[in-house]
Every structure is written in C-alpha cells, then in structure tokens.
C-alpha cells in the first residue's frame, strides 16, 4: 500500500493535510505521544482523549522482551498497545545512536515491523550526529540509503514506509539524501538525528537542516521531524513544512517535575500559580500538583493537553493565512528561537515559491517581518508596475493626489505601490505608524528599484518626519525623483 497524503490547506510551507495508513486517517500537523512498552506514564487506550491520533513506539524494544515480541506477534502491535489507532514505529536507530550497536539487521526489523502490524515502519538506518567529520557523515549516509533502499523492497504488504533523511549538519548530504530518497519513492521522510540540535538549544541550525532536506524532497510529500516534542518550536517547524512530531517530552519532562507551556518550561517546585486552563490545573492548586501521590502522571496529563493545544492553535493559523504571526509571536519566548527565526527568513526565496498569493491580512509583528517571503515577492514584481507621466509618492493619510497622473502609496515595509492595490493582500498589511529601521530600508530600497525601472516618470516623494532614513539620500539621488518635506498625518 502507497501513501496517500492531501493536502487541503497551505500556509508558507506549512499545510493541513490528510494521511492515509492502514488504521485510518491522520490529520497533520500532528504530534504522535511516544510509547515505551515497558513504561506507561498514561495509556495508549488514553490518547485519543487528549487529541492523539497516531501513536509511535518502539519495535526493537518489543522484539528484544520474550513477553512483548511473542504477544505481539500473536495478537498484533494494536492488542498489545491497546490502541485502535495508527501506530508508527521506530527500528532501533534510536538505541544505535546511543549505544553504538543493536542486535537486530535491517532485514530483521522490517520483517518484524511487517508482522506484527505496523501502520508505518522504519528501517534500520544510523543517525549520524551533528558536529561530526565530512567524511564520516557520508561514509554513514551511504549505509544509511542502502538499508533504505533494501527495505523499500522488503516491503510487500499494507504497511508505509518511512525513509529517514540523514546528513549530520552538512545542508549539502541533506539535500543529497532527501533527493535521493524522493527519488526510490518512501511514504513518509523523517528528518533524523536532530535532537541533539535541539537539546543544545541550536534552532538556527535546526532550521537549515529542515530547509535542505525539504528542498531535496518532492514538496507535497509527508515529513516527521524526529524527536521534535516541545510546543515552543512546533510552529516554527510546521512553517518549514513540517507535518509529524513524536513527543516522549510529556512524560521525560513530567519524571523531572517539568511543566510545558507554548513559551517554555517551569519547574512545577517553582510554579506559584498555573498558567493553564486544561482539566489538570484547572482541578489542582500548585501546592497540590507539587505534593500528589501521581504528580508524575498529573504533570504528563497536562504536558500533553498543553502539547495538543499548540497544534489546534497551528492548525488554525494555518487556515486563516497567518501562520507566520504566530512563528513571529513564538519565537519571541527565547533568544535561540529568535535566531532561527531570522535563520528561516534567510530561505524566503525558497518559501516564497511555496506560500499562497492570497491570504487573510499581513501583519507586522517586528523587525524579522520586513523578511517574510511576501515581502520578497513584491520586491520581485515590480517590473510589472509601468509607471507614466507625473508620480506622487505618499504616506497613505495624506490626500494630496490632484495634479498628478499616478498616486502611490508609500507603506513600509513594502515602499511604494498604486494606490489602486491598497486593498488587496499583502499591501493591505497592518503596519506601525512608526516603522523601524528595517522596515524603512526594505521600503526605500523597493521604491528606489521602482524608480529605477521607470525612468520616464517623474516622481514626487512627500517625505514625513517618521520616514526618515538614510536612504533617503539616495532616493533623491535618482535624476527623476524630487523629495519634498511634508506634514505628519
């Protein structure tokens, strides 16, 4: 059985969209909780209360326990999860990655993926690390799109295929890999080996490794970021056109008296009040949630309500067109996101090919969204603007249009556009009155490109006081632009 993913809606790169597995359809973007078979922290049978349509757990730990490999081989992977529900589940790259060897071929894993009734199995690949030699990654890489490439031929049945993107940090061996695997054909692309990244706090990184990958990847195709289980990253993530994450952070966070929220992390043993309406903190005092019996438990029930939250948030951004407002809004809770957010504004090029033409309205959250690849479209279609005759150039409350041939708008960080366009996006933008730097430059550099492009026109820029920027120098260096000093609306 082949895959069938659709999307039904686009955002930048992100999308909603509908995968077709064995068990039944999952709506993404999705976050599927992680199971250990051994250890519980809540029940599988649970995790459609909390929002949870697909699961992840482990096949080589079900295969290395007598007791786990034999009930699973007689009654199936859902029996003894009991959960009726898509299931994923990992080879044991994870263990191999930790403690240098598993016990288990890549042959053997797959075979056992297969019987016991996986929806999405995994091959055995080796998830190289960051940080680690060129030569090393690529030596790893082949082995890695070997095993993938056998497997793909191993697989006869109804069960997806997942081919890990490997590469260590080298963008290059990303976009090798994610190519060729698009190429051999795999239901499913996790994007692996990047915990590490984000265990240190290295978004920015993070972000140029989803990018590579993505590029090499057929754009409509299926992608889980591995081991991606903190809310405050999922937006970023899902804008770089992310669709699945596992999370085990609910439970490992909740064992060290951890508490999620969507901007970080709390100590619950620091918690003076609980920043949260989910069924956990709305029925416990934080005196209660440190001093309970279960408080494990409690703390995992209200990580994951919290976790399903962010993706309904998401989800919705999504829908209507402002999913960048909220990355913006986000990745404002620590300084590391905020570098990765002005590292996902280094590929606007490559987003702007993917982001819809037409959405709700642009707003300005700071200086990073004089970045976003809508901004960089308008810069690329201004040769469209034939401009004729006589020009005004204008802040949009000023009224003095009479005795030119064309009025434009003057609107940061966009610059200068007929006046005719005000109304469709993204020139309808809610803007500051008073723009930052970074939004001038961008502007002026636009409306001097636009100049430049219409050299037969005559221009007249009303400059206001709160648009001043260096270059307006240059602006008015252009033979065929006059720059007049007019009054603050």
Known sequence: MSSRFD?????????????????????????????????????????????????????YIIYRKD???????????????????????DSGSFQLSVYGEVEVTNEQIIDFQQKIGSDIGVPLDIPTPPDVSF????????????RLQAARKLVTGDMLLAGPVQGSSYMQLREKCART?????????PFGAVVPLMESYRYADLVDVIAASKKGLDPTAPVHLFGAGHPMMF????????DLFDSAAYALYAKDRRYITSRGTYHVDDLKYLPCSCPI???????????????????????????????????????????????????????????????MYTHSEWLEKLDPASKSTFFYCGPESAKRPEVLRFANQLERFTIRGSALIRPAPIKLDSGYDNVLIFKPPFGAYPQELGEIYPLNAEVPRTPDQESLERAYINTIKLAELNPEAEFTYLLVE??????????????????IVGHNP
């Open 235 to 242: 937006s970023l993530a899902v804008a770089l056109g992310c």
């Open 281 to 343: 903190c709305l029925k416990h005092s934080p005196e209660e949630l440190k001093k309970a019996y279960n408080s494990t438990e409690l703390l995992a029930r209200h990580n994951l309500y919290v976790t399903f939250e962010e993706i309904r948030i998401i989800k919705q951004a999504i829908w209507e067109g402002n999913l960048l407002e909220l990355v913006e809004q986000r990745c404002r809770s620590h300084p590391r996101m905020l570098e990765a957010l002005k590292q």
């Open 181 to 189: 695997l698009s190429e051999t054909g795999f239901d499913v692309y």
């Open 67 to 89: 007791e786990l490999r034999e009930k699973a081989l007689k009654d199936g992977l859902h029996s003894l999860l009991d959960f009726d529900g898509p299931i994923m589940t």
């Open 7 to 59: 999307i039904i809606h686009k955002d930048t790169a992100g999308r909603i969209g509908r995968l077709t597995t064995p068990h039944g359809v999952v709506e993404t973007p999705t976050v599927m909780p992680v199971i250990n078979p051994n250890i519980q922290t809540i029940k599988p049978s649970e995790m459609r209360d909390f929002g949870a349509q697909i699961l992840i757990t482990n096949s």
């Open 466 to 483: 709160r648009f001043r920027h260096p270059m307006v120098d240059k602006l008015e260096s252009l033979t065929n632009v006059q720059v």
């Open 135 to 146: 030569e090393r990654a690529s030596e790893e890489l082949d082995i890695t799109i070997e």
